[in-house]
């Protein structure tokens, strides 16, 4: 039954008999079934054991029935033994989360060094039900309650057909030894708990429930592939790309069937999570201007749109400056120099260039990023007193744009909106007798 299984996965998912394959092997019954069923397929293959240093002497004991199990088969193995405390740590993540990121990294190593084609474990029936119930539990959409797929991209789980109950038969047919992990019998693990106690009272109430289970799982697949095509769909329609920008379109989200699920499928690769997307839904009543962040993005409620953008890598701000002389912010360079009136014939028009009346500038200057409530009189408004964000509000600057504006101040007042307009108090005039002129490059 287990190899008929295997070879009808192989025909019918298209996968060719003369194709390597990598098994994924802990000495479990699950992967030793496996193992030995490729094995008498005369398939191409060769295993990979990991031994996590988890749980003491029993790993190494699982790691060396491995090895004699391989070696009465003739079976190509490569063990590998990894420091899984101290990456989980490093990292930042649970053990778990850390033994599956480096077993699947290490897989598609091997899978490359031995020129192999597929990453084959030995996922069943019961691990799909395990993992939707977890799914359940921690709180899931539409790809939770999915299961487990058979093909993910080079990662082949051909016994997800079978329950556990076949994979013991086999074993106990083929007269095969295997290891149980002590840990799998600890309660203090959910899927544990699920495996003991909620999955036999499943089984009782419906004898069939694991062919149930595969069954919706493959309709909850069918309705995601649904699902995704309609997002994306949706998403030609209210998202809108610049160069720096993503625009989602406000009005056109809210008139969306599912405002919520719509903004969250389009919010979520940027890293903005549940509760921050419900926020920002909320935000459409909001005025213009209110803000959100993700790790590595930044989003704005805008008139029309939310903007996502990327901030800058911003510097340490404020900068100092004692003399005039070039110096470096961030990406950018500022060069300050004095000169006599009589050598400026013209005012530059270049807004990257400032000349100002040095005698009206007291050093030590400061650089450093707009604050709320910065006031400022721009240049000929004769000293009229502005608010920046007004200011930027009037020219339309995206939240982008205000997020990287470097401002030029003399004894805490600005004399300079870089890049766009100098301050009216700082101006030349007749009487000026020396410029102070500021150079602002990319």
């Keep these: 039954m287990i190899r008929e299984t295997i070879q009808e996965f192989l025909k019918k998912n298209g996968i060719p008999q003369d194709a390597g394959f990598l098994i ?55 063990v590998k033994h990894f420091d899984t405390q101290s990456y989980a740590r490093e990292k930042g993540i649970s053990i778990e989360m850390a033994a599956r990121e ?5 897989f598609r190593e091997m899978k490359q060094k031995k020129r192999m084609d597929y990453i084959v474990t030995g996922h069943q029936a ?19 309650v999915s299961g487990i797929k058979a093909i993910n991209g080079d990662i082949l789980r051909p016994l997800l057909p079978c329950s556990r109950q076949e994979i013991l038969l086999y074993l106990e047919q083929h007269q095969l030894g295997y290891r149980n992990d002590s840990s799998n019998d600890s309660l203090d693990f959910m899927r544990n708990i699920i495996r003991h106690k909620i999955l036999p009272v499943c089984k009782e109430i419906n004898p069939s429930f694991l062919r149930t289970v595969r069954d919706n799982c493959q309709a909850f697949r069918e309705t995601e592939k649904l699902y995704l095509y309609g997002i994306a769909q949706l998403r030609k329609e209210i998202v809108e790309h610049t160069a720096d920008e993503v625009l989602i379109h406000i009005a056109r989200t809210m008139n969306s069937p599912a405002p919520y699920t719509l903004l969250f499928e389009l919010l979520h690769p940027y890293g903005f999570n549940k509760h921050q997307v419900s926020d920002i839904l909320h935000s459409h009543l909001a005025s213009p201007g209110k803000m959100f962040q993700s ?11 939310w903007r996502i953008f990327k901030p800058a890598e911003q510097p340490e701000l404020p900068l100092c400056i004692a003399e005039p002389g070039t110096y ?29 009346d040095a005698g009206k500038i007291k050093f030590p200057l400061y650089i450093r990023h ?9 240049l000929g408004m004769h000293q009229l007193k502005k608010k920046l964000s007004d200011f930027f509000n009037d020219r339309k600057f995206t939240a982008k744009q205000k997020e990287e504006c470097l401002l030029l101040l003399s004894e805490n007042k600005i004399a300079w909106v870089m890049g766009h307009r100098p301050d009216d108090r700082f101006k030349i005039t007749s009487f000026t007798e020396t410029v102070l002129q500021i150079t602002l490059s990319p």
């Design 24 to 78: 994924a092997v802990s000495g479990g019954a699950d992967s030793i079934t496996l193992l030995h069923a490729f094995k008498y397929l005369n398939l191409k293959i060769a295993a990979l054991h990991c031994n996590f240093n988890l749980r003491g002497k029993e790993s190494n004991m699982d790691e060396q029935f491995v090895k004699r199990f391989c070696d009465t088969y003739g079976i190509a193995l490569n």
């Design 102 to 106: 480096l077993r699947y990294a290490w």
């Design 126 to 144: 019961d691990d799909v039900a395990e993992t939707l119930f977890i799914n359940l539990c921690r709180g899931t959409g539409i790809k939770g």
């Design 295 to 305: 790790k590595n993005y930044m989003l704005t409620r805008g008139r029309t749109y």
């Design 328 to 356: 470096q912010v961030g990406q950018q360079s500022i060069r300050i120099e004095l000169m006599p009136r009589t050598a400026l014939s013209t005012i530059p028009t270049d807004p990257h260039i400032a000349c100002l």
């Design 370 to 378: 707009w604050e709320k409530g910065d006031l400022f009189c721009p």
